[in-house]
Each structure stands twice: as structure tokens, then as C-alpha cells.
């Protein structure tokens, strides 16, 4: 239980590069009991200000997806309102 909350406690740094990083690594970890309870800050990482941590979001969802699908069965719906907000927010023409 301490390496989830350390994981935890990474995801939720101040630090973008820690939250890049550590969603990363979460792509390589298959472990259902490691994951669990860490899915909703990783959600939570998709809405974050910086690009590297989005990305690395984007790929944790889909590791995640593809490894154990029943642990996020809403996943591609995720991805896309993600991706729907990012074309929004790309179309904006700021004066």
C-alpha cells in the first residue's frame, strides 16, 4: 500500500515533471491492485495545464485500457472528450 500512496502522492505534486514522469512509469504497470486507486488521479491529470502531463495522461489511460479494460470500461469516451476539448481549445483565435 505505501508504493500506491507514494504513486499517488507523485501524481498529485506540484511538480508537472514528477506527474509526467510518474504517469509514465504507470504505463509500464499492469498490477490491478497498484492501479486501482490511483484512476481517478490519473482522470484527474488529463484536465492538467501543461502538455507533458496530458500527454503522459493519454498514454496511462490507454496502457491502462488495453492491460485491464474493465478498470476503465469508459476509457475511449474519456480520450475523446479530451481530444474534443483540445480541438476546441486549438481553434481559438485569441486577438
Do not use: K, W
Not at 4 to 12: E, V
Request: charged residues 20%; aromatic residues 6%.
Amino acid at each position: 500500500m505505501s508504493c500506491s500512496n507514494a504513486l499517488l502522492n507523485d501524481l498529485t505534486s506540484p511538480n508537472e515533471f514528477i506527474r509526467g514522469c510518474t504517469l509514465r512509469f504507470l504505463c509500464h504497470i499492469p498490477e490491478r491492485d497498484v492501479l486501482e486507486p490511483l484512476v481517478p488521479s490519473i482522470l484527474e491529470c488529463l484536465t492538467n495545464r501543461h502538455a507533458f502531463v496530458r500527454r503522459n495522461a493519454v498514454l496511462a489511460v490507454h496502457a491502462i485500457y488495453q492491460a485491464l479494460p474493465d478498470m476503465l470500461p469508459d476509457a475511449p469516451t474519456e480520450i475523446m472528450n479530451f481530444l474534443s476539448e483540445v480541438r476546441r481549445s486549438a481553434l481559438v483565435i485569441t486577438r
